[in-house]
């Protein structure tokens, strides 16, 4: 039997999860739920909010567009979220939706957007970002949606991290060709450290943000290889390396 129920939709709730629990579902659930999954009376449906694990709950339909869930029992219990910031310059609104779901996918535990001098989409929509992000974590199993920063130019975004956060950063430029040497010359990967990957825009860093960066006591240039890649392909190749290398997939 398989360790997870890959049948049973889920869905993220904000409300307390205990067993004997009745949730009331807003529209869109209700509608996703009972039109578009077309799921039955006291089918399964899954439950996390990011604090009290996983839960099985019942559909308790009341109508054609609304019903409740009845919580009867954990299916798994909370986990840490991944000591994991991902740091990215905004992209238009389309690539945008893809970067904010392969992140959540890629394990990152809290997520920031980073303005810089080549920054194409400055103009978020942080609703749509963070709706997005739900909805990755919904498919793929994940316990905790992460925590989405306010965005903040560049100095500021690396002021705002523990000097102890190794910050890895995509760099065209990087010295070491080979960024699994590159990352284990960083850290020792038999240690845990707290992870910070930063992905600049298409147009790549300016001279004096590389140098900003690269001033910065814990940080590494990471090189992803002879081609060069859109930013968003960028980010799922820096951190799948990142977490082979250093984070939770080694």
């Not at 089918?43 to 559909?59: C, I, K, M």
């Not at 979220?81 to 609104?93: E, G, R």
């Not at 690539?95 to 400055?122: H, N, S, W």
């Not at 974590?137 to 903040?152: F, K, Y």
């Amino acid at each position: 039997m398989a360790a997870y129920d890959f049948t049973a939709p889920r869905l993220h709730v904000a409300h307390d999860l205990f067993a004997g629990a009745n949730l009331p579902l807003d529209r869109a659930q209700a509608n996703y739920l009972l039109n578009v999954l077309r799921r039955q009376p006291d089918d399964p449906v899954l439950l996390f909010n990011g604090r009290h694990g996983e839960w099985r709950a019942s559909l308790v339909p009341s109508g054609r567009k609304s019903a409740h869930l009845t919580v009867v029992d954990q299916a798994r219990t909370q986990t840490v979220a991944p000591d994991l910031h991902y740091l990215f310059a905004p992209l238009k609104s389309a690539r945008l939706d893809y970067l904010a779901q392969k992140a959540v996918e890629m394990g990152a535990g809290t997520i920031r957007p980073v303005l810089t001098r080549y920054t194409q989409g400055e103009r978020l929509n942080t609703d749509r970002l963070h709706a997005n992000m739900i909805e990755a974590a919904e498919q793929c199993g994940i316990l905790a949606v992460p925590t989405l920063m306010e965005a903040a130019r560049l100095p500021a975004a690396l002021a705002d991290l523990a000097p102890e956060r190794l910050l890895v950063f995509c760099d065209e430029d990087a010295p070491i060709a080979d960024p699994v040497a590159a990352l284990r010359a960083a850290a020792d990967p038999s240690v845990p450290v707290p992870l910070a990957v930063l992905i600049g825009p298409e147009g790549g860093f300016a001279p004096e943000e590389r140098a900003a960066i690269l001033a910065r006591p814990n940080a590494v240039a990471l090189s992803l290889g002879p081609r060069i890649l859109r930013a968003d392909t960028a980010m799922v190749a820096a951190l799948a390396l990142v977490q082979a290398v250093l984070g939770d997939a080694r």
